[in-house]
């Protein structure tokens, strides 16, 4: 039942992108330009690539509400290390690390208070944006070597943008890693039922905490690619990214209060919602009112959530009664 009920929703997200493809297609001429679809990718990869972490999170009845303040620090603190004179690879090296220790603070101090994250990455948002702002005040960095800028801007053979093709790596390895392993049938378990996983063996507190520093990885490498693209960082850097990457799990048909989703369907609503907000900046709709279209999607996708729960409850109950 669950498979089968995934698999609709999966459907449903493949008409709504043709739906949507259409819609764009209809409003604007330059909507199906080659060119412009493929410059399209740029507006979306970097969230695109901490969705995929956070959809495993929430799959393990975690959340991360931190992300985008972890994307920001990252961020800063290459701009200073890329001012002291750092190279390319440290740069680098330094935005995982910074990412991945976050992310595991994060998981850490979930798991040590007993707290859901919700609470925790709250605060930890405050604290990680915080000291970014701290660090770069009114100012910016944009003392960044010439070959930083490969990593968000550059093309492989000439139309592929290199970040576009992380994503789609990245979106393979956790396919896999989800839907084919131990580890991902693990995953699972614990969002199914936490106290059950634990008393059949499956180490939670470990899982939930690789989880946690899995996504802070993501984020330092969305860091990098997003400022890499843009060769400079300011103190409002990726701002409002954590409604969008929540928005693009949950739409996915990841379930908010875990054990179901699939990397197929976050995939859909990750272009689903980035050839959206790219068919409206083509007729030059504000951004303040693509928020509230992704907002929308949010609230759409919860309720049906829920809705659907409901109604394979109440069908359960009545064929126990009969």
Same mark, same amino acid.
């Given at each position: 039942?669950?498979? !089968?009920?995934?698999?609709?929703?999966?459907?449903?997200?493949?008409?709504?992108?043709?739906? $949507?493809?259409?819609?764009?297609?209809?409003?604007? %001429?330059? @909507?199906?330009?080659?060119?412009n679809l493929i410059d399209s990718t740029?507006?979306?990869?970097?969230?695109?690539?901490? #969705? +995929?972490?956070m959809a495993l999170l929430i799959i393990a009845r975690e959340i991360d509400v931190s992300v985008a303040s972890i994307v920001a620090l990252c961020a800063v603190l290459m701009g200073v290390a890329a001012d002291a004179g750092a190279s390319v690879p440290v740069l680098a090296l330094l935005s995982l690390c910074v990412g991945t220790a976050a992310g595991a603070f994060n998981g850490l101090i979930v798991n040590a208070l007993g707290v859901h994250s919700i609470v925790v990455t709250i605060g930890t948002?405050?604290?990680? !944006?915080?000291?970014?702002?701290?660090? &770069?005040?009114?100012?910016?960095?944009?003392? @960044?070597?010439?070959? @930083?800028s490969w990593f968000g801007q550059h093309y492989l053979w000439g139309y592929v943008p290199v970040e576009f093709l992380i994503y789609v790596i990245a979106t393979l390895i956790f396919g896999v890693l989800l839907h084919t392993t131990n580890h991902g049938r693990r995953i699972y378990a614990i969002g199914t039922?936490?106290?059950?996983?634990?008393?059949?063996? *499956? %180490? *939670?507190?470990?899982? !939930? &905490? #690789?989880?946690?520093?899995?996504?802070?990885?993501?984020?330092? +490498?969305?860091?990098? +690619?997003?400022?890499?693209?843009?060769?400079?960082?300011?103190?409002?850097?990726?701002?409002?990214?954590?409604?969008?990457?929540?928005?693009?799990?949950?739409?996915?048909? $990841?379930?908010?209060?875990?054990?179901?989703?699939?990397? +197929?369907g976050v995939t859909l609503a990750v272009f689903l919602i980035g050839l959206l907000t790219f068919g409206l900046s083509l007729v030059n709709v504000p951004g303040i009112v693509m928020n509230i279209y992704i907002g929308c999607m949010l609230i759409a996708a919860i309720t049906l959530q829920r809705g659907a729960t409901f109604v394979r409850l109440h069908l359960l109950s009545s064929n126990k009664e009969t």
């Open positions: 039942m669950k498979i !089968r009920a995934l698999g609709l929703w999966e459907v449903a997200l493949f008409f709504l992108l043709a739906g $949507v493809i259409v819609l764009n297609a209809w409003l604007s %001429p330059y @909507f199906l330009d080659v060119y740029f507006s979306f990869s970097e969230k695109a690539l901490i #969705a +995929l972490p948002l405050s604290l990680y !944006r915080g000291i970014a702002v701290s660090i &770069v005040r009114d100012g910016s960095y944009t003392g @960044f070597p010439g070959g @930083f039922n936490p106290d059950a996983a634990r008393y059949s063996g *499956v %180490p *939670v507190t470990r899982y !939930r &905490v #690789a989880l946690f520093a899995l996504t802070g990885f993501m984020c330092g +490498l969305a860091a990098v +690619l997003l400022a890499s693209r843009l060769s400079s960082v300011r103190l409002d850097i990726a701002t409002g990214w954590e409604l969008q990457v929540i928005t693009m799990v949950v739409l996915g048909g $990841v379930a908010i209060a875990g054990g179901a989703g699939t990397i +197929l």
